[in-house]
């Protein structure tokens, strides 16, 4: 692995099911974070987390849910889904947490179709 | 509120140069952040500015005036690769990245 990736690339999902978007990065980075990005209203944070055992809620957490097991792994998770859930999904990472410069890199994205 | 105004899209022709202005109003501010993302791709780091002035990278130059929450982003020497979506974002007083919603730049041959 190098960077961060992100599981499945897409998925076409009936409302109402259970779903976990994947996400993993390699590069020892402190804090990740989770977008959504639809057309129009640009990315806006779901969940980021600080470090390994802590979470917090962004601008859209309404129906997402994450936990931060270990450094590496930051699992999103749509326990009942809905249409409007429709979008395409970035993970991110960053070295640091804060404190100045904080660059974010990004997975390639899972596009999700709920139905 | 926190706000990003950047413009929804801008067109030029290959070889010329482009500016993509951003203004923002946030819960203050601890750096701004230009991402090029292509189509159906994850965005990419294109420059940070916290000082107020410019900063210059090859063919690209990012501007800063914190005093007038601006911030332009100039693309010279334009090639068909730049064809993309420019996205200014603010870190702001929680050092969480507040995203505009991205410009579109189309440049033609």
């Known amino acids: 692995i190098a960077g961060i990736t992100q599981a499945p690339t897409s998925q076409i999902l009936a409302a109402g099911r259970r779903m976990t978007l994947r996400c993993t990065q390699d590069m020892r980075h402190n804090a990740m974070y989770w977008y959504r990005q639809d057309l129009g209203l640009g990315l806006r944070l779901i969940h980021y987390?600080?470090?390994?055992?802590?979470?917090g809620k962004g601008e859209v957490p309404d129906g997402y849910s994450v936990s931060r097991a270990n450094t590496d792994d930051f699992p999103l998770t749509l326990a009942s889904a809905v249409p409007s859930q429709t979008s395409v999904y970035f993970c991110?990472?960053?070295?640091?947490?804060?404190?100045?410069?904080?660059?974010?890199?990004f997975g390639p994205g899972t596009r999700l179709t709920v139905l | 509120g926190q706000n990003i105004d950047q413009p929804t899209e801008m067109t030029a022709t290959e070889g010329a140069i482009v500016q993509i202005n951003c203004t923002y109003q946030t819960s203050g501010f601890n750096g701004l952040f230009w991402y090029q993302q292509h189509a159906g791709e994850a965005p990419t780091f294109l420059s940070y500015?916290?000082?107020?002035g410019l900063e210059e990278k090859g063919r690209f130059s990012s501007f800063l005036s914190r005093s007038k929450g601006y911030s332009y982003l100039l693309l010279k020497e334009l090639q068909m690769k730049d064809s993309a979506s420019y996205l200014c974002a603010v870190s702001d007083n929680t050092d969480k990245l507040i995203f505009g919603t991205g410009t579109r730049l189309q440049v033609f041959p």
């Open positions: 991110a990472s960053s070295r640091l947490a804060g404190g100045g410069y904080n660059e974010q890199f």
């Open positions: 500015n916290v000082l107020d």
């Open positions: 987390s600080n470090t390994a055992g802590t979470t």
